[in-house]
């Protein structure tokens, strides 16, 4: 099956010389990267498993099992693009890796690619022809394309196509309610017209309109008092600045579904403690919900050194992996970030200004 992790171990070869000996090494190592991280997927925990496989691929960049393995973790992760990235790589590695086709195919019918994922299944129907669950797919596929009235574009080969000249044609589009619309709009202005305030009239409606507005300025009054007396009672549950490593994994945790609260925790920490803090390196979620932080929370803040932020944060652990799995919405992030920063360059010296927009490769 597709969402299967490939068990599969690389096999070992005879060795006589150093280069031999230390590629098998390297080999031995990645396939027991790749065997923790199929724990990993199991146990659902998606990220480890995604550091594992990246691991894996680094030591040995010729298995295709690796970028397949991880782009299965991607797909459990909505990371569509990034999972089709990673399953092009396999099949470039092995033509022939029907789980690199099938898995592909489910990312491009994720991005709205019909016609790509059509011929994915087409293709694993092809290397393996008893697949019912690629049929059935494939079968859902075309399905959805005719209940949505959807088409497949037609190829024809050069010798196959018309050779009699094309004709314009004209569309009018004809709208059956744009009559009555107008007449229902031209009545009202008619009414509105001829409406006419009474003196009486006029200063009943303004001393219920002042009624009006002085109940809303007390309902927000009253909403803003609530949420600074809220805000008093929480910031006592936030924890202070940790100092190791196995304090800040605990607080992460404890803070991890309240962004406004993981805001202000994260203010205490000095930028220049990030390396020492992320123990095991940067996950994937971490990194997302910083960079929310800084671009939500930090940029507003001019007490707020962005800069040193963004340098540490680079320095962290598996920060270069991570940078390679960022959605589209956390590159521009980043972007804004770098934006707001080159603003201030007279702060900064250049060439360490140079250096952070290169870290962060956007």
Known sequence: MCDEIDQAKTSSSEYTTDEEWEEQQRKTRADWEKERGNQFFKDNMLNEAINCYTSAIQLDPMNAVYPANRAMCLLKQEKYAAAEVDCTASIQLDAKYTKAY??????????????????????????????????????????????????????????????????????????????????????LEEINQKIVLTAKDQSLFNVEKQEEEKKVIEKIEKIQLEEKNELKIESKTIPNAPSNGYQFKKDWQFLNNNMDHLAIYFQKIRPEE?????????????????????????????????????????????????LMFLTSTEKTAIKNLLSHIECQKEKYDKNELDKLIKAYNV
Request: with cysteine; hydrophobic share 35%; glycine share 2%.
């Open 102 to 187: 099938h898995r592909r195919a489910n990312a491009r019918f994720k991005l709205g690619k019909f016609e790509q994922a059509k011929q994915d299944y087409e293709m694993v129907l092809k290397l393996e022809p008893n697949s019912k669950l690629a049929q059935s797919e494939l079968n859902k596929l075309e399905q959805l394309v005719e209940s949505r009235n959807l088409v497949f574009p037609i190829v024809k080969r050069d010798e196959d196509k018309s050779t009699k000249p094309l004709k314009r044609i004209l569309i009018e589009e004809i709208n059956d309610q744009s009559v009555e619309k107008q007449e229902v709009r031209k009545n």
């Open 274 to 322: 990030y390396p020492k803090l992320f123990l095991n390196g940067l996950e994937s979620d971490q990194l997302s919900k910083i960079l929310l932080i800084f671009s939500q929370y930090f940029i507003k803040d001019s007490n707020i050194n962005l800069f040193d932020c963004l340098k540490y944060l680079s320095q962290v652990k598996r920060f270069n992996t991570q």
